[in-house]
């Protein structure tokens, strides 16, 4: 199988060099050689040594190479790639994509060309990287219905998370360490404040629920206002933060959101550190299920690419398509659940909120949470004081309503013996 | 498609509920309905209910069915249930079965009969119940080279261990637990002695290394002699005790065993409590990756006989067969490295040894281990006394070959001061 790589960043040399390193052990798998005959990208990568393999700066070039089988997008990115992929499809070659914004936002778009053209773009390096979680959801799991997921799905985030908690360190000083280190870019948005996630969770859910892609109405939350006291107070209480996606199935659509959770600490996805991944998937028949990885890095990454490119080998050799639809549903039978609005979300809460030290504050706070039917599991008031007088008044609620839960914190946070907003974390115990 | 179960005790009931329940789903993935046209069982099950489906004590008679196109084996055993799948092959049908004993035993055979008449023989629900990990090794790691990989793979053994730590219970009192829980047969043998184990070891590791099945050179150790003593020891060095199977790719061969083993209680595997099974599982590419779900139980194990359904229609929509090979590569890339015996080994020890409290014990025990090449990391000689004077020391060693150990306990083991057999573990960090 004669294919092509365009984009030879991390993950492009990556993939190149799994491929020349491990082609004989792939051939034994796939039943076929897979050759890399263009490698297309702006530069070249000392990471790799090309040999004989033709290199073009001409990107499109290869989409029009009536030599290449397929075509292996790796360069980010959602303008020159979609043209790209779409070129390609256009020309009858399939394409391999570790792209999960291009994905989650124009994935519609290019999987029914690739239906019409009778092509497979497979993409299971967009999630979670090296780990197979598209193939589990779409294929291992496919005698179930899908109650819900939640994965860690960034693994700057959770890098920041683990050494928050580990050492007691602030957001903004273990950011620092992590761009130093390589594990965050420069400007770190994507990833601290969960649009990268969120593009992770729009195709998780789609293929987990057989619903369109619709990453503009997944609910995104980040990272950076968590507190160093915020992760020691939830550890009091027996928990862990972990930035989670979440995708839950309910009878009349599907929530789909993004942010900073608390998790109890017996729950193995808590226990997932430093840059790894994890996503738990539960099943109506299986239960509840956790695949964990590594979520980036170049031979990680490439892992999935190159499985992909097996996959198509496997079913070329057969003179057929890949004969899994992308989405894991036959696009006839996507269902229509609509993603509902974050109010409308049901969810245990963690509250922090800074009083000062009156008679009578706690009472009051208690009262009002109690008029918007929202019930305390434990509270925490901290004896040592901070802010001149200032203490802070620790919960946990039971599960409420979120439009209940913004009701209950403005009426709280005009109280005159409150200050500044509430900190407030939502809590799930996947029970 | 029109399939055939054969087997109607748990996962047989599963299995027919599931499809029943999720037949839409089902069908809206796999791109054609899923119809059971035959039961052939026995007995008659109440846990489902049949409605028109025909059912059938003769259960050879649906292998010869031409209307039926997959014979879905799950009667258990490896005599009966061989005999209905050759025949199945033999009459040009699929088969999907979850029988690990058969497909440890007998799969070469097998699989040689289905490679020459064309059909599909799955068996995702041999391994780890509902977990997808041999679709993982097969197909969403085919990248990589896999270096070595090690699961909890009996969910009666990992329950019983889980009860033995949280409360300090003696194994003896788990055991008649969980046969009243029915997690455990009435003959515990093959769960606790690690025959079931070393059947799912056994095509963990061909699928993995490309190597054909050998049961027979698996080594197994059961867990009936871990004493709750083991367990509080182990403990204390920051260890759990797990009955782990584990392969590992070596330059000359390949490991494959399956014993208690301690774990450093940060890696996450040994945080993996009670029924559960999960598989680590290391490629050069992707690195360590875990695969968690529930390895039993009657809609956990039907979820991946199911799976496996989907897969086969899949194909059948096309007009082909499944396009995987059976254990991952093509039969005539199956590689030749050998098992090496046991004692060639390399491992690190736990070992509790009965002593009277003499001095000079512990020097002539040090002795004695040194002059095997055989480190000690650390070591507890314990005050407490039992047994009238006797003392137990404790001890963590450095990796050695079994051979050497075999030695040196021997000798430790007919000093005077030593009572009775020295308690050996292995212990593996899989760093």
Redesign the interface.
């Known amino acids: 199988m004669k294919i092509a790589i365009c984009g030879l960043g991390t993950v492009g040399s990556?993939t190149f060099n799994?491929?020349a390193?491990?082609g004989f052990?792939?051939?034994?798998?796939?039943?076929m050689a897979i050759e890399v005959i263009r490698v297309a990208s702006r530069r070249m990568n000392p990471a790799c040594e090309l040999g004989s393999t033709q290199f073009t700066t001409d990107i499109f070039a290869v989409a029009s190479d009536p030599e290449v089988e397929v075509v292996v997008e790796l360069l980010g990115g959602t303008t020159i790639a979609k043209e790209l992929i779409l070129k390609a499809i256009e020309n009858g070659k399939h394409v391999v994509t570790a792209n999960k914004a291009l994905i989650a936002e124009h994935g519609g778009e290019i999987f029914e060309l690739a239906a019409r053209k009778g092509v497979t773009v497979a993409f299971?390096a967009a999630v979670a990287?090296?780990?197979?979680v598209i193939?589990?959801l779409?294929?291992?799991?496919?005698?179930?219905?899908i109650n819900w997921l939640a994965g860690i799905i960034n693994g700057t985030g959770n890098f920041i998370l683990t050494e928050m908690r580990d050492k007691g360190r602030a957001f903004e000083d273990v950011l620092k360490e992590a761009q130093a280190l390589g594990y965050a870019e420069a400007d770190p948005t994507f990833d601290v404040e969960g649009i990268d996630a969120a593009h992770k969770l729009t195709i998780l859910a789609s293929v987990a629920f057989?619903i369109p892609l619709q990453f503009k109405r997944a609910y995104t939350e980040g990272i950076s206002a968590i507190a160093p006291e915020d992760v020691q107070y939830a550890e009091e209480f027996g928990y862990r933060i972990k930035h989670l996606g979440i995708a839950r199935r309910l009878e009349h659509g599907v929530e789909l959101r993004v942010h900073p959770t608390l998790v109890p600490e017996t729950q193995?996805i808590a226990?997932?550190d430093g840059v790894m991944n994890?996503v738990m998937v539960d099943?109506?028949?299986?239960?509840?299920?956790?695949?964990?990885?590594?979520g980036a890095?170049a031979?990680?990454t490439?892992?999935?690419?190159?499985?992909d490119l097996?996959?198509i080998a496997?079913?070329l050799?057969?003179?057929?398509?890949v004969?899994?639809?992308s989405l894991?549903?036959?696009p006839e039978?996507l269902n229509d659940l609509e993603v509902v609005p974050v109010e409308d979300v049901v969810s245990a809460y963690y509250l922090r909120i800074l009083v000062q030290d009156h008679p009578g504050v706690l009472a009051n706070v208690a009262q009002i949470l109690s008029e918007h039917s929202i019930n305390i599991e434990s509270i925490v008031q901290k004896e040592s004081e901070q802010h001149d007088g200032l203490i802070p008044m620790i919960m946990l609620t039971h599960r409420v309503h979120e439009k209940n839960m913004n009701h209950a914190l403005a009426v709280i946070e005009a109280l005159p013996d409150v200050v500044g907003k509430v900190t407030r974390i939502r809590v799930e115990s996947f029970s």
């Open positions: 990556g799994v491929l390193r491990n052990d792939i051939a034994a798998r796939a039943g299971e990287g090296g780990v197979p193939k589990a779409r294929e291992g799991l496919a005698a179930n219905r057989g193995l226990k997932v994890a099943g109506d028949a299986v239960g509840p299920t956790l695949y964990y990885g590594a890095g031979e990680a490439a892992s999935a690419v190159v499985a097996v996959d496997r079913a050799r057969q003179g057929v398509a004969g899994v639809p894991g549903h036959n039978h």
